[in-house]
């Protein structure tokens, strides 16, 4: 019979099949096709993304997102510190924060 190389598939219909060359069908790469749903950039979560961040554009689910308390905008982890200062604790962008010395 033939001589096979590759790693063998199964077919739906019963018959072996050679496996494509390519990266096998299905595997996901590394940017979701477009119109999926949107993935927090921190927790990677496939959450309902409503917000993204001022600074980077990435997109942050509400419980990774954080407000700054300078210029109220809204920041991913990523792009903000948070400043344990004598008010308490204070979330400052990364614009904000370069001020903030």
Do not use: M
């Not at 096979?4 to 739906?12: E, N, R």
């Not at 069908?25 to 921190?42: D, K, N």
């Not at 419980?63 to 344990?84: E, G, H, I, P, Q």
């Amino acid at each position: 019979g033939p001589r096979w190389s590759g790693q063998l598939l199964i077919g739906h219909d019963g018959k072996l099949r050679r496996r494509p060359a390519d990266r096998g069908e299905g595997v996901p790469g590394p940017f979701p096709p477009l119109g999926a749903s949107r993935a927090c950039s921190s927790c990677v979560r496939t959450a309902d993304v409503k917000e993204a961040c001022a600074q980077c554009d990435r997109f942050v689910c509400q419980s990774c997102s954080r407000l700054c308390s300078c210029c109220n905008t809204v920041t991913c982890s990523l792009c903000s510190a948070v400043d344990y200062g004598d008010v308490g604790e204070q979330v400052l962008c990364n614009g904000c924060s370069v001020f903030q010395v």
